[in-house]
Structure formats: C-alpha cells, structure tokens
C-alpha cells in the first residue's frame, strides 16, 4: 500500500510542476507536500521486503519508522494548518510570521551553540523585524496580553495545540496524543525506547515488530492521501498550466538517447555515453543505422534497460527492470502485474534516466 501510495504521490506532485504559485497558501503546500513524500520515500526504503533498496538483510526496526512518520504527522497537521484551513487573511499572515518568528528563534539556538556571533546577531535582528511585524497585526492584537507575550518569545510556532489542529484535520485527538506519545518515545533515547528489548528492536521479525511496523506505514499512508486530496483540490483550477509545463518538458513519445543519424561509432564499438551516480549508459553500434543503449546499475553492474534505435524502424524498448524504473503508463501509475502485461502490447516510451521513470504510451 505504502509503495503504491509514494508513488502515486510523486506523480501528482510531477503533475502540478511548474506552476508560478498564485497564493502563498499554494507555494508552503508545494514545500510541505514534497517534504512529505520526501519522508514517505525513505520510510519506503527502510521497509523490509521493501522494492525500493536492496539489502544484505531483511532488517526490522518499527522505531526508527516511528521518527519519520511522527515527523509526517507533524508535516500533516502543518498542511492543513498553514494551507488548508480557512481563516482572514491578517489571520494567516499572523500565523505565518508566527512560523518564521519560531525559525528565526531556532537558528539563533543552533548559532550560539557553534559560537557564532555574526549570525547569531543578523538573526536577532530579524526577530525583531519579526515580532513588530506579530505586533502590527491586526488579528495578533486581538489576543490576550498572556498570549501576545507568550508567542514574542518565537518558541511555540502555532496559535493552538498541535492536537486541536490535528483534531480539525481529520485526526481524533485521543488517537493524536496516543500516536505522539508512542512515536516521540522512540525518537529520544529515553527509558521507554529501549525496556522490553526482548520481543522488538532487535532487528528481527516478531509480533510486536510487525505490529507496529504495520501501524507505521498504515499511518504514514493515511496522511499521504489525504494530504494528496486536499493538493489535488488546492490546485484544480491552476492543472491547464501544469499540462502545458509537462508537455513542454516532456514528449512522451518515444525518444533516442543518442544520435543515429550524423557522426556514428564504427559497427561494433561500445562507448559511454553518460554516466549519474548509480547509471551507466552504454551504447553499441549495431548495424550502420541502429544502436543499442544498454542502462546499466553501477553499484551491482546489473542491466535495468536496454532499448534499440534504428533509423528505418525506429525505437524499441527491449528490457526494463521494473522494480528500478518508477512506470507510468498513459500518464497514470502502474503496478508491477499491470507492467509485466504489456509486453505482447505496442507502446511508445520516454525514458528519463535522471529521475528514474520510464513513460509508456500503450496504444488503446
């Protein structure tokens, strides 16, 4: 489910690319969602079973699950907050300068810590920048005097207990505070993340391992979906924009890496072509007008592509590794059954070794 989720994830937040923000409600729900699909990815790779790393071991360890998915609780209940949750706009700005006030504060602490004093200095004098901005709003007047000096401080960055808002976001607020509760014990290292070391954290499989690991991604999936929604309803009437960005980008007809025509390798002869961190493409010169790219995967030296290009038949996608390739097949994401179906069908393609997705259009 969480693969699924991720994945789907990412396509949606590929489909709104490219749109100038029209609100700054719609900018922090860019950042915010990518940061949680960000989350959502590395929570994925952490899995065991999982088909987004390869592992010496399958190992088990729901706490350190637990720290990234409070972090995207904490990212969750931040969307709905600062982009979803209908309030006057002196309001919101009284919320947002709230926030900055809050980092600012914060890097001063990291600042002084290192003994820094030239930033610790540029930033005290943003805070003061900050609160008369705080002190100039209209909505933030209308506190109480108590709360006015409380939030100054810059060391709480909401208006209302992270549980009210979770509340308002669709999160029950006794399940908010069991939730946080369990995952913020894990993410210190306090007595209760590591009593009854017998039946978990020990990286082996148990019930209690596979208890909570399960609840990990149960909820780590749950606010990747509802925070998608909320994005797809954010950003409806802004999609002709991302449509024409994509196409820009993107033709999704079938492509050569590489030059048939023009200056050609002798029949035979291999080179490089481009190298990434984890990708090598190797092209072959087959015949005087066709050439075979061959994608191969650094770390294991394994083939995860290879495709022909012919100047008289044009491009054939010969192998794809779908476990490596991120597939999307008319625009829409895939499973690994639907993929492994299409190979009696024709299809054009779009390979995009740079962001690992591979693009199939299957003819209808």
């Known amino acids: 489910m969480l693969d699924n989720v991720v994945r789907e994830c990412m396509y949606v937040s590929r489909s709104y690319a490219g749109i100038k923000s029209p609100t700054s409600k ?25 088909p987004w790393a390869e592992k010496r071991i399958e190992h088990w360890d729901y706490a350190s699950a637990a720290g990234i998915v409070r972090t995207m609780l ?59 901005r705080l ?17 100054l401080h810059g060391q709480t960055a909401y208006l209302m207990p992270l549980e009210d808002i979770a509340e308002h976001a669709g999160i029950e607020k006794s399940v908010f505070r069991w939730i946080y509760v369990l995952f913020s014990s894990h993410v210190h290292g306090l007595p209760m ?20 690991t399960s609840l990990c991604l149960s ?15 954010l950003f409806v009437d802004f999609k002709s924009q991302a449509d024409d960005w994509v196409k820009s980008e993107t033709s999704i007809e079938a492509t050569s890496d590489v030059p048939v025509s023009g200056k050609r390798l002798a029949v035979g002869e291999t080179i490089t072509l481009t190298e990434t961190g984890d990708l090598a493409i190797e092209v072959t010169m087959l015949t005087s007008d066709s050439v075979e790219s061959v994608y191969r995967h650094k770390p294991t030296g394994s083939i995860v592509l290879r495709r022909t290009d012919s100047d008289t038949d044009g491009a054939s996608l010969d192998f794809f590794d779908g476990f490596y390739w991120t597939v999307f097949v008319n625009n829409l994401p895939t499973t690994q059954s639907q993929v492994e179906a299409l190979d009696a069908k024709a299809f054009a393609f779009k390979v995009d070794h740079a962001s690992r997705t591979l693009h199939l259009k299957v003819e209808e």
């Open 193 to 212: 993340s590591f009593y009854r070391i017998g039946d978990r954290g020990r990286g082996l499989p148990s019930p209690t391992e596979e208890g909570y």
């Open 135 to 151: 002190q100039t709003n209209p909505f933030f007047s209308s506190l109480q005097a108590g709360q006015q000096r409380k939030f």
């Open 26 to 50: 719609h900018f922090y729900a860019s950042v915010l969602f990518t940061a949680l699909i960000t989350r959502g990815v590395s929570l994925a790779q952490l899995m065991p079973f999982t």
């Open 74 to 132: 904490e990212l969750r209940v931040a969307f709905y907050y600062l982009c979803v949750d209908s309030c006057p706009d002196e309001e919101w700005n009284c919320r947002w300068n709230l926030f900055n006030l809050h980092d600012c504060v914060s890097r001063i602490r990291l600042f002084s810590a290192v003994q820094n004093p030239e930033q610790v200095a540029a930033f005290e004098t943003h805070a003061t920048e900050l609160r008369q």
């Open 219 to 233: 909820l780590a999936s749950t606010f990747l979906v509802t925070t998608r929604d909320e994005v797809h309803e």
